[in-house]
């Protein structure tokens, strides 16, 4: 038994010892440090503390899942840039086919990161994540929480598809 534990210890060693550095979220981390930029609100519909909650989120996210070192520097291993794209809310569930029983609160966000280890790693891309609400409740009263949330999944895209190569 201990025979076999020492070989498939030696395999993992010899197999994963070429790939880069993995956490146990599965994402590969070539460098040591990563650049972060605001994220402009570039939407139609402004809300005021959107940008720096959107920024503050996926900043938190790579650096509490990765390990990398934030600098302010142009020459980071990693460097990520993007800004706001869409802040919208729209009717998307209708009661008796006159009364509006669900709105949905969409967030798009254009991304820039660029992976100077690897550069197949870089990529631009769109995300846009949204939740639903009641109609009978006002955006004002549900919006800090619907942010949050939304906020939550386009971190989770955006470190995925940088880090996780999904």
Not at 142 to 165: P, S, W, Y
């Amino acid at each position: 038994m201990k025979q076999l534990i020492l070989i498939l210890c030696a395999f993992l060693s010899l197999t994963l010892g070429g790939c880069g550095v993995y956490s146990f979220t599965g994402a590969s981390v070539e460098g040591k440090t990563i650049n972060f930029h605001t994220f402009e609100n570039r939407a139609r519909n402004v809300m005021p503390s959107l940008s720096a909650t959107l920024t503050n989120k996926i900043r938190n996210r790579i650096l509490s899942q990765t390990g990398l070192a934030p600098v302010n520097t142009e020459d980071a291993d990693y460097d990520l840039s993007g800004f706001i794209t869409n802040y919208d809310v729209s009717v998307t569930g209708v009661q008796n086919t006159q009364t509006a029983s669900l709105n949905r609160l969409t967030i798009t966000v254009q991304v820039d990161f660029k992976n100077r280890k690897n550069k197949k790693g870089s990529y631009q891309q769109s995300f846009s994540r949204f939740a639903d609400f009641s109609a009978t409740q006002a955006l004002q009263s549900v919006e800090a929480r619907l942010i949050e949330e939304i906020g939550t999944q386009l971190a989770d895209d955006i470190f995925n598809k940088a880090f996780v190569n999904w």
